[in-house]
């Protein structure tokens, strides 16, 4: 058996994102996952909820590590891991009931998040959501300590990461049509944001 990847990070917050998945995609057939990682994140959410499709995707250098755990692990409901950098123009997939990123906008630089935006704007399908798990600030201010030290350690691995602004996030979903749903208050100081598309 080949070594997989792994996230500590996202064995930890696994449990929770899902409760919140559970109940907001009640309705949902499809999900959209950027940014998929070690692939944990899929397997678990597409194994407890059968009910949905799970495209999971990432940058073209990271994807044959993604593909490591799926070709392992994935349930029949996650489909083929697909290359998608959220610079991309179009986003080569048709729309979606949710689209789902964890612990991804603070890695990519403000200029990606507002090109993710542009994606977005094609991607989710009337009544759909977008749902952003990671650490937000509001009002300019950290939530905590310990993520004002992360947003050091992230500047320092990489200037233009950082933790982004809740109200600059929101007015980026307010541009093409979103709006924020909930605001769940998650373990370790993070948050996950879900906003939702009117049903025209
Ligand atoms: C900290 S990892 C999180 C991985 C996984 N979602 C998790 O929670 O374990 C950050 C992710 O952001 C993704 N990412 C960064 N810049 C990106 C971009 N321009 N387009 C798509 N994904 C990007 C990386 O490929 C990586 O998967």
Not at 101 to 114: L, P
Not at 130 to 159: C, H, M, R, V
């Amino acid at each position: 058996m080949s070594k997989l990847p792994f996230s500590q990070a996202a064995e930890n917050n696994k449990e929770p994102i899902l409760a919140v998945l559970h109940d907001t995609l009640v309705d949902s057939k499809t999900v959209l996952e950027i940014g998929s990682g070690t692939g944990q994140h899929a397997v678990w959410f597409a194994g407890h909820l059968p009910h949905l499709q799970w495209q999971p995707s990432e940058q073209q250098q990271n994807l044959e590590s993604l593909n490591l755990r799926l070709d392992e692990e994935a349930p029949d409901n996650v489909l083929d891991a697909m290359v998608l950098d959220v610079a991309d123009d179009p986003w080569a997939i048709e729309p979606m009931d949710a689209v789902f990123a964890a612990n991804c906008v603070h890695i990519m630089s403000w200029g990606h998040v507002e090109k993710m935006f542009r994606g977005l704007d094609k991607v989710i399908a009337p009544g759909g959501f977008l749902i952003l798990y990671g650490p937000y600030k509001y009002k300019g201010a950290f939530t905590s300590s310990s993520n004002a030290e992360f947003e050091q350690w992230l500047k320092g691995n990489d200037e233009v990461s950082g933790i982004r602004d809740f109200e600059k996030m929101d007015a980026l979903a307010n541009n093409i049509g979103l709006t924020l749903q909930k605001d769940h208050k998650m373990p370790s100081n993070n948050q996950c944001l879900v906003w939702q598309r009117e049903k025209s």
